[in-house]
């Protein structure tokens, strides 16, 4: 079976106009390359999530948009206009690019209360009086601030501060937000409700966003397409179910959603799906090339995947229990096979020590 994952293709057919384009930009930094001929394409409304491993190349790669910092191959445009092109020699500066920024320390005048944060934009632009007063008022009521406007920010709670911040990006009507772990700051539980706030409030602004996390189930709760960066160049770039079920190699597929990942061999078609070996189990699930495995075969199990098998039921491996914890809402077992740990959920508790983990063959993947 092919899959449809691609590194550099959408899933999303979208006809929106295109907010930003971003065309072969190349960054070094200190004798190394941090962006490596990357292109990413974004369109008018969407919301995107860059996710990767620490160093990968996030951070930079905003930067360069925001025009913070300069790349030094490639082109950029924004909403319609060429902010960067190094065959040109053109680099717009950031107070040029019409962009709202949201970082992670969220840069709260501390002596200014919350409508003179937000208002700070705008008098900069010399907006007058009156529209500017309209304006404020509009972003905050929109953002569930109304009643805090005269509020200083020690006055508010992070998650509050964090939308202060939002809300101040807001108001200057950016044609793009770019938000740097913008929830970072925030304590596991406000992150959970945060990461819904922000996805609604991003949604009904209809603006385009750009944000940086390390968390990839806030990239995917948030992000209508994730962007997966690695060694500073775009991996994989699809909508969030596409990547968790259709990661276009071992690496994607590991990276999001912590699966159980098997050695494997002996890859052959079997069909439309592919074959493999699991320790003298034959198994049969979706096919993957991956040339970066250099001819060795992994398989990778996700948890909520698995379900209790029987003995010699087909696409079942059957593997001895370690330990088992209770989770509340589910009971988390370890098992072992040939050494290699496996972690999978039932409802209830299991007894038995030798299990049988059945596998259904389209949630099977095989990279090889
Ligand atoms: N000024 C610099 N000089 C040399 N190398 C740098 C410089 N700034 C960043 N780097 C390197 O560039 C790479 C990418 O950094 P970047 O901060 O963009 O990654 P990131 O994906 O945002 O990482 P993190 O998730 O840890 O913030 C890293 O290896 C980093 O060490």
Redesign the pocket.
Known sequence: MTLTASAQTPSMPVARPVALEIQNLGKR????T?LDGLNLQVHEGEIVALL????????????CISGLEAPDAGTLTIAGREMYNAGRRLNVPPEGRNLGLVFQSYALWPHRTVAQNVAFGLEQRRVPKAELTERVQAVLDQLGLGALAGRYPGQLSGGQQQRVSLARAFVTEPSVLLLDEPLSNLDAKLREHARVWLREALNASGKTAIF?T?DQSEAMAVADRVAI?RG?RLTQYDAPEQVYAHPNSLFVADFIGNPNILEASNPRPDGHLTRVDVYGTSLVGVGVPDPELNGQTRVVLRQEALLPGAPGQPNTLSARRVSSVFLGPVWEHWVEIHGQRLRFHTPGRLTDEQVHIHIPANQLLIFY
């Not at 930094?29 to 190394?32: A, D, F, I, R, V």
């Not at 990767?52 to 930067?63: A, H, M, N």
């Open positions: 930094l200190g004798g190394n941090i990767g491993p620490s160093g990968s190349g996030k951070t930079t790669l905003l930067r940086v390390h960066l500073g």
